[in-house]
């Protein structure tokens, strides 16, 4: 059977819980404009900076566009520390001698709700001599320049759809809020945490967030893997995408050891960048359904009539 489905039946799906993220999902396009696949021979510079606006320093390493921290090669950027002394200039215009390089990218857009995804690669070492101690990756979303004029009572806005421990590959998820009206900030998770997991990086994963109005999900290889409802996911604001490494990985108090890997080698196939059709006069036709995988969970405690009669309705193209 070949199920046409209205746009605005599939935006009520996606704003109710429902985690149908765009592997299955055709209401979710891409928005190329801002996505990179990193097919060319160098980075986009109109989409991508390498540093943020007030620092070329970034934990105890320089930020450089050296092709030996930061290159495109055979379609997958690759993102490089190395054990090098260098300069770099903070935000009061001060030099600061450090003795590591690395690469990172973070976009010139800001975002605010969407699936935000990335698949990528990173050195698994558990059989090898050395360890990846003192690195930490990263995928996350943080506002790069100064919000207090536009948003003056944020003092935080942070979403980590991901944080690794390079030592064991360990995966954290992560999201931080603040304002001045709280005593305190509010954090979906603390390390370490019974959500944390180790991930084997013998393959390339993608990891994605979906951030809406009322919860962030996240996911690996299109797998939930953790969800929030929140009502600060509506007041978390715009912010830019950060590809980068920890240099040392103080998030999780690790620094390096002798044996800790130089050159250390992050690799992203790409970053994509979703954005959910809320046009109601548009029809997505979903006509590639994979029953035996969609999420049904949620379905149960939907309480009104129009939530049952969306439940009436599956259990219709399901049984077709």
């Not at 390493?61 to 997958?76: A, F, I, M, Q, W």
């Not at 806005?157 to 603040?178: Q, R």
């Not at 979903?286 to 379905?299: D, E, G, W």
Request: include cysteine; aromatic fraction near 16%.
């Amino acid at each position: 059977m070949r199920a046409t489905i209205s746009l605005c039946f599939l935006t009520f799906i996606s704003l109710s819980g429902y985690t149908q993220n765009p592997g299955n999902d055709k209401s979710w396009i891409l928005d190329n404009s801002v996505s990179d696949d990193f097919s060319g021979i160098t980075i986009d510079q109109a989409k991508w900076d390498y540093h943020p606006p007030w620092s070329t320093c970034h934990g105890e390493s320089c930020l450089t566009t050296d092709s030996s921290n930061r290159k495109v090669e055979n379609g997958v950027l690759k993102l490089i520390v190395r054990k090098q002394t260098c300069t770099c200039i903070d935000w009061d215009g001060t030099t600061h001698n450090k003795n590591y390089t690395s690469g990172a990218i973070f976009s010139k857009s800001t975002f605010k709700y969407g699936y935000f995804e990335i698949r990528c690669r990173i050195p698994e070492l558990k059989n090898s001599y050395f360890t990846g101690k003192g690195f930490g990756p990263n995928f996350w979303m943080w506002p790069s320049l100064d919000w207090k004029s536009t948003y003056p009572s944020v003092e935080w806005s942070e979403i980590d759809i991901y944080e690794f421990d390079a030592e064991t590959n360990l995966h954290t998820c992560n999201v931080h809020y603040k304002d001045t009206s709280m005593l305190y900030k509010w954090e979906l998770r603390s390390y370490p945490d019974p959500y944390d997991f180790t991930v084997d990086f013998s393959s390339y994963h993608t990891f994605g967030c979906e951030w809406t109005p009322s919860y962030i999900n996240f996911y690996i290889d299109d797998k939930l893997i953790r969800s929030t409802n929140t009502p600060y996911a509506e007041n978390l604001i715009p912010m830019n995408i950060w590809v980068d490494i920890n240099v040392p990985a103080t998030n999780f108090n690790k620094n390096f050891v002798p044996n800790s890997l130089f050159p250390y080698t992050y690799e992203i196939d790409y970053v994509r960048i979703y954005n959910l059709q809320m046009d109601c006069n548009t029809v997505v036709n979903q006509s590639n359904i994979n029953f035996s995988t969609f999420n049904y969970a949620l379905i149960m405690q939907l309480k009104s009539p129009l939530q049952l009669a969306i439940q009436r309705y599956l259990s219709i193209i399901k049984l077709h």
